[in-house]
């Protein structure tokens, strides 16, 4: 089914060359995506060959690429494990995989202590997550039917991060996302539908700080330039898709910004406070009241652009 989309993506571009590119490409959805940072292209040129050939070209992609989908579907997954993580890949080097599981033991203790979230459940034995390694990005997008830009994604409740290995920033951007959701929603829980998405990614965002160094100043230049979306205005779920790609990252900078802003201005324990508040099922306004000065969302935000001004 997902291999017949992406096929039929490719046979609906150009029938002589395809190029999927994944450059600027926006942040994904919820707890779903991270996206491939940099550019990367698969061309497949046409140059110099006979008209027929060209015609029938399409067919002779589509044969072969749903050949090497269903070899590699066919494969048997190889199973590495560890105390709370399961990692299942095919082809990815053997490096990679102990890298996968050595970071991925990592973040399980730094995340929720970085929070100040204390474990009340442990993933061990049948509650470890699972992380799936996929060859590349066709077999990982074939798969999950993530969208061409996806590097990553998390099925938060059932705990699975999927993934392909691809370049250096694999560990410090795709792998603390994922896990900073799953972490954050074990916490507040699942169905809370008083977490703003903006909290959601806020807090998944923070796990790869570095990558935000520069966020204050974003937003501190969009607030001057008139570009701010307000927290309350920030897209929903399922928007997210065709938001064009500089808003998408101004959403994610201003999410990760606020948080940071929670966190540096007030510290960890009333975080911790107001996501309990919020576990605990109160509104996001009563949960604010309860653990900051701020009697709602409107007021949070007028201390938070204050705060960058300085
Ligand atoms: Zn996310």
């Known amino acids: 089914m997902n291999a017949k989309k992406i096929l039929l993506r490719w046979m609906s ?15 994904p959805v ?63 080097p053997e490096d990679f ?11 399980y203790h730094r995340i929720a202590s970085d929070l100040g979230f204390n474990r009340y459940n442990f993933w061990l034995w049948d509650e470890r997550a699972k992380v799936y390694i996929y060859n590349n990005i066709l077999d990982y997008q074939v798969a999950t039917g993530q969208p061409f830009w996806s590097g990553g994604n998390a099925s938060v409740k059932d705990k ?21 959701h799953i972490i954050f929603r074990e916490f507040v829980g699942f169905d809370n539908n008083a977490v703003p998405l903006w909290l959601d990614e806020g807090v998944a965002s923070y796990q790869e700080r570095s990558k935000y160094s520069q966020a204050d100043t974003l937003v501190r230049e969009a607030i001057g330039s008139g570009k ?16 064009p790609a500089d808003t998408a990252q101004l959403f994610y900078t201003e999410s990760f910004s606020a948080v940071d802003f929670l966190i540096k201005k007030f510290g960890k324990d009333k975080f911790v406070t107001f996501c309990q508040s919020l576990r605990d099922k109160k509104s996001m306004d009563r949960a604010l009241a309860s ?9 949070m935000q007028e201390a938070w652009k204050k705060y960058l001004e300085n």
């Open 160 to 180: 699975i991060i999927s993934s392909f290995p691809y370049a250096h920033d694999f560990f410090e951007t795709v792998l603390a996302h994922e896990m900073g």
């Open 30 to 92: 919820r707890a779903i995506t991270s996206s491939i940072k940099g550019r990367r292209r698969i061309h497949i040129g046409t140059t110099a060959m006979p008209a027929g050939l060209i015609s029938i070209l399409p067919l002779i992609i589509s044969f072969v690429f749903l050949h090497i989908c269903s070899a590699q579907e066919g494969a048997e997954w190889n199973v590495e494990k560890s105390s709370h993580f399961i990692v299942y890949y095919k082809e990815a």
């Open 97 to 107: 995989i102990k890298h996968v599981i050595g970071n991925s033991e990592n973040y």
């Open 228 to 243: 701010f979306i307000p927290l309350e205005k920030l897209p929903q779920i399922g928007e997210q898709f065709s938001m």
């Open 13 to 27: 571009l150009n029938g002589h060359a395809v190029s999927i590119q994944a450059d600027n490409p926006p942040k």
């Open 291 to 299: 653990s900051y000065s701020f009697s709602d969302v409107g007021q």
